[in-house]
């Protein structure tokens, strides 16, 4: 019997410069052969004509289980995930009932995904006015680290974290050497502008655009760094919506504070008119922006500025998304199976982006930052993690093709190029030319301390 489970032959990586062709051999679930002309294994993939990426590590997504999984679920969305490339994903800490707020909602959660998940999964911690002194047990479990909102949530049993809250949180977050994530948006400006706007009767998309302001972003943004710099606590902005926010976080970076942040893929692909066009399918916080935001969001993604990419994935039932007010529409966009032809086609396609920094934004900088010692690199000694692309491959969304619990996205009827074939969960298919072809087989993973 062959030492190697599987090999990889023929296929296009990043090889960190190394002479290419190589193979890459796997044995119990690790690569441990990145060789040419690797021959003898029980399992040989031809891989002719397709990039490999490291599977895709999603670190931000909502599927709201346990207790609202008629909204995704930990089953349909790891599926989705799958079905993108994905190999990881960190769940969210809302909108599942009960919020991971404690040792005990962690639990739960954590055994509902190691029954149901296709694939591996970390689990982000809440951090809000009541469970300060929760942070402890939390990351003792091995949170990934602890998620706050300087604006509303949305949802009552998680409320914002007020600037006492979120200092109080960072400096205990830097002593647990936890990262610790913000929602970034001025909860006095946005408040204000949607009840005043509300006041008047306006309820249509615009005026709910009006109501988020990009200075909401860099005045939240702004404060956090503060507090991250005086706690000494690491940051990471999630969903930065503009390149003035990333270009916020680099000068933060600069002065010395451990800041990072996070886009997604519906801030480089969709813009506000598309908001107005599509509705609820499209509505998100920060909103979608104007077209010359979203291209500055390019610039600075370009430049390596943004530091990871996640969807954000934050899907609910149709009953939801339908109010002639927009702003009692629930928000949120499915958009996690997407993410990588999305970003090949705006990105690689139409703006020439390197296809390397496509695959690092979402693999091996995210693993980096949040401390994932295995994970979301082709090397020896990583976790055999792969998404097979055919980069030439063109196809259309259509609904039906749709993993999600809900067959419902803002990208449907959309042209994209970069098709993901094949999934590979620690050497294992799990997702097949269209298909899902394993069962749950996801691991909790734990970062290593910081
Ligand atoms: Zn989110």
Same mark, same amino acid.
């Given at each position: 019997?062959?030492? /190697? !489970?599987?090999?990889?032959?023929?296929?296009?990586?990043?090889?960190?410069?190394?002479?290419?062709?190589?193979?890459?051999?796997?044995?119990?679930?690790?690569?441990?052969?990145?060789?040419?002309?690797?021959?003898?294994? @029980?399992?040989?993939?031809?891989?002719?004509?397709?990039?490999?990426?490291?599977?895709?590590?999603?670190?931000?997504?909502?599927?709201?289980?346990?207790?609202?999984?008629?909204?995704?679920?930990?089953?349909?969305?790891? @599926?989705?995930?799958?079905?993108?490339?994905? =190999?990881?994903?960190?769940?969210?800490?809302?909108?599942?009932?009960?919020? #991971?707020?404690?040792?005990? %909602?962690?639990d739960l959660k954590r055994g509902?995904?190691?029954? #149901?998940?296709?694939?591996?999964?970390?689990?982000?911690?809440?951090?809000?006015?009541?469970?300060?002194?929760?942070?402890?047990? /939390?990351?003792? &479990?091995?949170?990934?680290?602890?998620?706050?909102?300087?604006?509303? %949530?949305?949802?009552?049993?998680?409320?914002?974290?007020?600037?006492?809250?979120?200092?109080?949180?960072?400096?205990?977050?830097?002593?647990?050497?936890?990262?610790?994530?913000?929602?970034?948006?001025?909860?006095?400006? #946005?408040?204000?502008?949607?009840?005043?706007?509300?006041?008047?009767?306006?309820? =249509?998309? &615009?005026?709910?655009?009006?109501?988020?302001?990009?200075?909401?972003?860099?005045?939240?943004?702004?404060?956090?760094?503060?507090?991250?710099?005086?706690?000494? +606590?690491?940051?990471?902005?999630?969903?930065?919506?503009?390149?003035?926010?990333?270009? /916020?976080?680099?000068?933060?970076?600069?002065?010395?504070?451990d800041v990072t942040c996070e886009?997604?893929?519906?801030?480089? =692909?969709?813009?506000?008119?598309?908001?107005?066009?599509?509705?609820?399918?499209?509505?998100?916080?920060?909103?979608?922006?104007?077209?010359?935001?979203?291209?500055?969001?390019?610039?600075?993604?370009?430049?390596?500025?943004?530091?990871?990419?996640?969807?954000?994935?934050?899907?609910?039932?149709?009953?939801?998304?339908?109010?002639?007010?927009?702003?009692?529409?629930?928000?949120?966009? %499915?958009?996690?199976?997407?993410?990588?032809?999305?970003?090949? =086609?705006?990105? +690689?396609?139409?703006?020439?982006?390197?296809?390397?920094?496509?695959?690092?934004?979402?693999?091996?900088?995210?693993?980096? &930052?949040?401390?994932?010692?295995?994970?979301?690199?082709?090397?020896?000694?990583? !976790?055999?993690?792969?998404?097979?692309?055919?980069?030439?491959?063109?196809?259309?969304?259509?609904?039906?093709?749709?993993?999600?619990?809900?067959?419902?996205?803002?990208?449907?009827?959309?042209?994209?190029?970069?098709?993901?074939? @094949?999934?590979?969960?620690?050497?294992?298919?799990?997702?097949?030319?269209?298909?899902?072809?394993?069962?749950?087989?996801?691991?909790?993973?734990?970062?290593?301390r910081r």
């Open positions: 019997m062959s030492r /190697l !489970d599987l090999i990889l032959k023929n296929g296009q990586f990043e090889t960190h410069g190394r002479e290419a062709p190589l193979d890459i051999g796997v044995a119990d679930g690790k690569i441990v052969e990145l060789e040419p002309n690797l021959t003898s294994a @029980r399992e040989i993939i031809d891989c002719a004509g397709l990039h490999i990426f490291p599977g895709l590590i999603d670190s931000h997504v909502h599927f709201n289980d346990p207790g609202r999984a008629h909204w995704e679920g930990i089953e349909t969305g790891s @599926r989705a995930l799958a079905a993108g490339g994905g =190999t990881m994903f960190f769940d969210m800490p809302l909108n599942s009932s009960p919020p #991971t707020l404690d040792g005990e %909602s962690f509902v995904a190691e029954k #149901t998940s296709l694939t591996d999964f970390a689990l982000w911690g809440g951090l809000t006015p009541g469970n300060l002194n929760k942070l402890e047990e /939390l990351a003792e &479990r091995g949170v990934i680290g602890f998620k706050a909102f300087m604006s509303n %949530s949305g949802i009552e049993d998680f409320p914002r974290a007020d600037d006492h809250t979120l200092r109080e949180g960072m400096r205990q977050a830097a002593k647990l050497g936890k990262i610790v994530a913000v929602h970034a948006e001025s909860e006095p400006m #946005t408040g204000k502008l949607a009840t005043e706007a509300l006041a008047q009767g306006r309820i =249509t998309v &615009r005026d709910y655009l009006d109501s988020r302001p990009v200075a909401a972003e860099l005045e939240a943004i702004s404060r956090a760094i503060e507090l991250g710099g005086e706690t000494g +606590c690491a940051l990471h902005v999630v969903h930065v919506s503009s390149g003035a926010g990333v270009m /916020l976080v680099k000068a933060g970076r600069e002065r010395g504070v886009t997604c893929p519906h801030y480089l =692909t969709l813009i506000a008119e598309d908001m107005e066009k599509l509705g609820a399918v499209a509505k998100c916080a920060p909103p979608l922006r104007e077209k010359a935001v979203a291209e500055s969001l390019w610039q600075r993604g370009r430049a390596a500025k943004v530091n990871t990419i996640g969807s954000d994935h934050s899907p609910a039932p149709p009953d939801m998304k339908v109010d002639e007010n927009f702003f009692k529409v629930w928000g949120g966009i %499915s958009g996690i199976q997407h993410t990588l032809p999305l970003l090949i =086609t705006e990105g +690689c396609v139409k703006r020439n982006v390197d296809l390397w920094l496509i695959e690092r934004l979402t693999s091996s900088a995210v693993a980096n &930052r949040f401390s994932l010692s295995d994970k979301g690199r082709i090397g020896i000694g990583w !976790d055999a993690d792969f998404a097979l692309v055919d980069l030439k491959a063109e196809f259309t969304v259509r609904a039906e093709d749709l993993f999600y619990r809900h067959k419902q996205s803002p990208y449907v009827g959309r042209a994209l190029t970069g098709r993901v074939v @094949r999934t590979i969960l620690r050497g294992q298919t799990i997702f097949r030319d269209g298909k899902i072809v394993s069962r749950p087989a996801g691991k909790f993973v734990e970062p290593t």
